[in-house]
């Protein structure tokens, strides 16, 4: 079993719902929670990063860590076409230096 | 500012043959980290270097070298290639500082295909 599990998807919205991506992990050591963007052929963007558990709010995303869980989630407010892509989330411990561990990626499609 | 630079953006060898990609990270930035991803396993940590010394390594063969420079530029090294090897390999820049956990910023990756 993977350190951290993420539903692959493809999922598919039209444009100004609200997304909602998941990620599940096993090691209760994860201090450090990031999600990540990926559009094809173009390495992974950072577009949220929040140290143990709570809510952090950027624009239309919102990130949310429940450690009690381990459970973490991106949410999307009023999506368009551009947010189409694959969101990653990584981990990392507390003492880890910067090794992360990535779910598998949900592919994402907002549709007009 | 700019962000991390990956050389080459594409490469094909053969098997057998080695190769070696290159990465200079975001100016400032004293850990490189790198990563292999490919469909089925998605994004897989290789080794992190900070301040020229190796400070993490994940699970994988001990074809898989690298090291980095005191002005932070980093190699990786594949040995004798296989098909397997095929893949998008990932550089990740990191901190100013010797702090861990800081934010990591990637470059676009170089794809290497064996064949």
């Known amino acids: 079993q993977k350190e951290v599990e993420q539903d692959p998807g493809p999922l598919s919205v039209p444009e100004g719902a609200i997304v909602s991506l998941n990620c599940t992990y096993s090691?209760?050591?994860?201090?450090?929670f990031m999600w990540y963007r990926q559009y094809s052929r173009k390495g992974p963007e950072l577009l949220m990063y929040?140290?143990?558990?709570g809510n952090k709010e950027d624009g239309r995303f919102t990130a949310q860590v429940d450690k009690s869980s381990k459970y973490i989630s991106l949410f999307i407010r009023d999506s368009q076409p551009s947010d189409s892509a694959t969101y990653l989330c990584?981990?990392?411990?507390?003492?880890?230096?910067?090794?992360?561990?990535f779910g598998t990626g949900t592919q994402l499609k907002v549709e007009l | 500012k700019a962000g991390v630079t990956q050389t080459p953006r594409y490469l094909i060898k053969t098997r057998g043959q080695q190769v070696t990609l290159s990465c200079s990270p975001i100016?400032?930035?004293?850990?490189v980290s790198w990563y292999q991803q490919t469909p089925g396993q998605g994004l897989q940590f290789l080794f992190e270097?900070?301040?020229?010394?190796?400070?993490n390594k994940g699970n994988f063969p001990g074809r898989f070298s690298g090291r980095q420079f005191s002005n932070s530029r980093s190699e990786m090294n594949v040995s004798t290639l296989e098909l397997g090897d095929s893949a998008l390999y990932l550089c990740?820049?990191?901190?100013?500082?010797?702090?861990?956990?800081?934010?990591?910023?990637f470059g676009q990756g170089t794809r290497l295909t064996v064949v």
């Open positions: 990740a820049s990191s901190g100013a500082a010797a702090i861990p956990n800081t934010e990591a910023f």
């Open positions: 090691n209760s050591a994860f201090q450090y």
């Open positions: 929040t140290y143990s558990s």
């Open positions: 990584a981990m990392s411990e507390a003492g880890g230096g910067n090794k992360l561990t």
């Open positions: 100016s400032g930035h004293r850990s």
């Open positions: 270097y900070f301040s020229e010394t190796q400070r």
